[in-house]
């Protein structure tokens, strides 16, 4: 939010003010006097703030999240001084970050505020429209259940700016659970990388694969300092209610939560595992205590009997549906289309039967495949009166989410010498109409792809 260098600008002062961090009501004001008396002189130079600048990362926000930075100089100046500097450092913490505002996020951010037992939970917040609609709701989440609508405000918002350079200051995020789609995650997480380390767990509750490898290319490609990661699957039907933080439960379910393997590998072969240290199982074994999550921890392919029914749904038959612009049942009523399915469905298979991080000992689990086939067509069925969520994302020329759908599939087979020709070709129709309606919207209205970059996680109307 400010320009290179204003930190600095500040160092001398801060020393001051570090050393009344005992008094909290000085510290503040001495810090807030700090801030307000470099933005004078930065806008009598000619500086001018972002407009879209809440009031909540203002003065007082700002000296918080500069307290916490002193605080943390000061225990790695002392580590220096211990020489414990280069041995990594790990402490559970049991605050939860949570982000995306899309039914999931309301969700499970509902769920985890009404837990008495953890710090109130901290929602991350990227867009001024959305952060008005939270002071608009009265800063609360709202579920309407069978037993009547319920209201929970342990929830302390965090706005994020997305043109913030250099990036808002902060502390530590230790447990971050995330439910941006994947193919926005990337650039929902630029502004907040930088609070995020070796001692944070992210936890990707989205209906993709891959993401995670995405993140560690763009943001994390040391392991020494990257996070630990989890996936997620919620099985719980939420539906929309009415404004961006209510949410409707038709159905509550379970999540299940497992610790990914990596590629070609076998989690087996590290030592110690990484189920069997703590900072891989510490957000699992905090989430599992919360009785309304209904979590649980599974072996990866374990979890996959769990996600991949849904993930080809989402890879076969919404990609399909949103081509021939029809609802899931149509599909089921032409040969050709029924045809098409399930040449994809065999296609997706023979991926999943070869995944080294679907083996157990060696041998791979056929009963996955087998498992999929007959749980794709009950999946099918159950939403067959569903319109394609990806259908309305083309027509908006809006960034979808196939590379981490079929895409994903799609590059396991490359990496695993099989052939794949249909899913293929379906992704590149997709892509090519995606490139047409960008094209149409451009002769109505100019069109900024990096506008609606971020749209994905807040549409309305998604179901879980």
């Not at 309407?144 to 350079?165: C, D, L, P, W, Y």
């Not at 990257?226 to 996936?231: D, Y």
């Not at 590998?265 to 069997?276: L, Y």
């Not at 090519?432 to 749209?455: C, D, G, M, N, Y």
Request: overall charge neutral.
């Amino acid at each position: 939010m400010y320009p290179e260098g204003y930190k600095a600008q500040i160092q001398a002062m801060l020393e001051e003010v570090a050393n009344r961090k005992g008094d909290e009501k000085g510290f503040m004001d001495s810090v807030r006097n700090a801030f307000q008396a470099q933005r004078e002189a930065l806008l009598g130079k000619g500086y001018r703030e972002p407009v879209e600048t809440p009031p909540s990362v203002a003065a007082a926000e700002f000296a918080k999240a500069l307290r916490a930075e002193i605080e943390e100089m000061a225990r790695q100046q002392a580590m220096r001084e211990d020489g414990q500097l280069s041995t990594p450092t790990w402490e559970g913490s049991e605050q939860i970050y949570v982000m995306g505002c899309d039914l999931v996020g309301r969700y499970i951010a509902f769920l985890l505020a009404g837990t008495e037992t953890i710090p109130p939970i901290r929602y991350l917040i990227h867009r001024m429209n959305i952060w008005n609609a939270w002071e608009n709701c009265g800063r609360q989440l709202q579920l309407q259940r069978i037993t009547g609508v319920e209201r929970r405000n342990r929830v302390e918002a965090e706005f994020m700016s997305m043109k913030a350079s250099p990036p808002l200051p902060g502390p530590l995020i230790p447990n971050l659970i995330i439910t941006v789609p994947p193919g926005s995650v990337v650039g929902a997480l630029a502004p907040i990388k930088h609070r995020l380390d070796h001692r944070s767990t992210i936890c990707l509750v989205h209906h993709g694969l891959g993401a995670m490898e995405a993140i560690i290319e763009a943001h994390f490609p040391d392991q020494h300092t990257r996070p630990a990661f989890l996936l997620g699957h919620m099985t719980a039907k939420v539906r929309q209610f009415k404004g961006h933080f209510s949410a409707t439960e038709v159905e509550d379910g379970r999540l299940y939560l497992t610790i990914p393997t990596t590629r070609g590998d076998s989690i087996m072969r590290k030592h110690p595992p990484p189920e069997r240290t703590v900072r891989f199982t510490n957000l699992m074994s905090l989430l599992m205590t919360i009785p309304e999550l209904n979590a649980s921890s599974h072996p990866f392919p374990d979890f996959l009997k769990h996600k991949l029914p849904s993930l080809a749904l989402l890879s076969i038959a919404e990609p399909l549906a949103a081509i021939c612009e029809v609802p899931y049942e149509d599909l089921l009523r032409h040969d050709t289309t029924k045809q098409l399915m399930a040449i994809m469905l065999s296609e997706v298979c023979a991926v999943v039967s070869k995944m080294p991080e679907c083996r157990r000992e060696g041998s791979p689990l056929s009963f996955l495949s087998v498992f999929l086939q007959r749980k794709f067509y009950k999946e099918l069925q159950n939403q067959k009166k569903s319109q394609p969520r990806l259908d309305l994302n083309i027509y908006r020329a809006w960034e979808t989410d196939i590379n981490y759908l079929t895409g994903y599939f799609i590059n396991r087979a490359d990496e695993l010498n099989i052939r794949v020709p249909i899913l293929k070709s379906i992704l590149q129709l997709l892509k090519a109409k995606r490139h047409f309606a960008a094209e149409e919207l451009e002769r109505v209205i100019p069109f900024e792809e990096e506008s609606v970059q971020l749209v994905d996680d807040l549409a309305p109307g998604q179901q879980s």
